[in-house]
């Protein structure tokens, strides 16, 4: 069976630093990309960015380039999301993704991470 | 970058045909893909490339894609459909993109 389990909800103040995961099961984890999902609280879903863990190939979309960094460790089939100075705007829950090749749907999403970022 | 219009809110009594749009730049070109996304859930993928179903969903979901516009179809329309609905493409110049989004609400 397919999976995608994320980790658990986190509070933090602004400036710390953070970092969530996405461990994939079921499945050649080097052989689909994982995505990553922002959504707001009471908004849209937003693409942040996506990498393929076969080659580490990262591309960000604009609106979060630089803002943060995607990695994964294909030996333990684990994405990463990070923050090094988050900011109450980041609070949203975030989604991760898989998919095969470039332009396939996300066809298996994770339960999403609640990040809440408050003084 | 490419943008995706949905209009906000759609409305449709039960066994009724509800469609959603998602409108882009040549649209017809690319491979749509449809989520649905229940409060507190998840989205979950009901259709891809244009007009295929995942398995595990019903025939009632359908997609048409052509010129500027993307339609998802939910024939018969039940009470569970009840949901927000976001099309999703892939962009050369902005990777993936997502629509606004379309809240169905069944009467």
């Known amino acids: 069976e397919v999976q995608l389990v994320q980790s658990g909800a986190e509070v933090k103040k602004p400036g710390e630093s953070l970092k969530i995961s996405c461990k994939g099961s079921?499945?050649?984890?080097?052989?689909?990309?994982i995505g990553w999902v922002r959504q707001m609280p009471g908004k849209g879903l937003e693409w942040m960015g996506i990498i393929y863990p076969g080659d580490s190939d990262t591309r960000y979309s604009p609106s979060f380039q630089g803002q943060v960094t995607i990695s994964a460790d294909k030996s333990i089939s684990t994405a990463y999301l990070q923050w090094s100075s988050l900011k109450a705007s980041d609070t949203a829950m975030y989604y991760c993704?898989?998919?095969?090749?470039?332009?396939?749907?996300?066809?298996?999403w994770g339960q999403g991470t609640l990040v809440t970022v408050s003084s | 970058s490419y943008v995706l219009t949905q209009p906000p809110s759609v409305s449709v009594a039960p066994g009724q045909t509800a469609r959603i749009t998602c409108g882009g730049n040549n649209i017809g070109s690319k491979s749509v893909h449809w989520y649905q996304q229940k409060p507190g859930q998840a989205p979950v993928l009901v259709v891809y490339?244009?007009?295929d179903r995942p398995s595990g969903i019903p025939e009632r979901f359908s997609g048409s894609n052509s010129g500027n516009t993307a339609t998802l179809t939910i024939s018969r329309v039940e009470a569970g459909d009840e949901a927000d609905y976001y099309c999703?493409?892939?962009?050369?110049?902005?990777?993936?993109?997502f629509g606004t989004g379309t809240k169905v609400t069944v009467l």
């Open positions: 079921g499945y050649s984890f080097t052989s689909y990309w």
């Open positions: 490339d244009d007009s």
């Open positions: 993704a898989r998919g095969e090749g470039e332009a396939a749907a996300g066809d298996y």
């Open positions: 999703q493409v892939w962009d050369s110049s902005s990777d993936y993109v």
